[in-house]
């Protein structure tokens, strides 16, 4: 019964942040994310997903700069994969067989990752054992004061 009222609720488009889905929210015509390299050793279960445009090194300071904030060291505790921006991904493989804690994306829109939900950008969504962040990408939250509070505020309520 709960799963009927929670699949009326997300088609009806209410804000749906910090709730369990239990449904099909994974579409399956896309590029497996195990194909792409990926840095960092993983060791708190800390996934971030951004374009591959946006390693430039001002990003990269950046991301170093967000991670010290939230007492994760890089490459230690967690895994960055750059995605190309024209690609549409598959993530499914991925998260059942590392199971990450939380994923932040960067400037990747849940469509981009074949999730087949809505949200709003710094909004915390839990799918399964999972929380998700979906933010802006680095190169516009270091132009954007406001951005940048968004993101940390998100942050501060990660579990």
């Not at 009222?5 to 997300?10: C, P, Q």
């Not at 960055?80 to 804690?101: M, N, R």
């Not at 994923?103 to 799918?127: A, C, E, V």
Request: proline fraction near 4%; hydrophobic fraction near 40%; charged fraction near 20%.
């Amino acid at each position: 019964m709960v799963f009927f009222y929670l699949y009326d609720i997300f088609q009806k488009k209410q804000k749906l942040a910090n709730q369990s889905f239990h449904f099909n929210y994974y579409q399956v015509d896309s590029l497996a994310i195990s194909t792409l390299e990926m840095t960092g050793s993983f060791e708190k279960k800390f996934l971030i997903l951004m374009p591959s445009e946006d390693q430039e090194e001002s990003n990269l300071t950046l991301l170093q700069n967000i991670l010290s904030a939230i007492n994760l060291e890089f490459p230690k505790d967690i895994k960055v994969g750059y995605l190309e921006s024209d690609q549409t991904y598959q993530l499914l493989s991925f998260l059942q067989k590392h199971q990450p804690s939380t994923i932040l994306t960067f400037g990747l829109p849940p469509k981009h990752l074949s999730l087949n939900i809505t949200s709003r950008p710094y909004d915390i969504i839990q799918i399964h054992d999972c929380q998700w962040i979906f933010a802006d990408s680095l190169t516009q939250i270091s132009k954007d004061k406001l951005l940048k509070k968004r993101l940390w505020e998100a942050l501060k309520r990660l579990n």
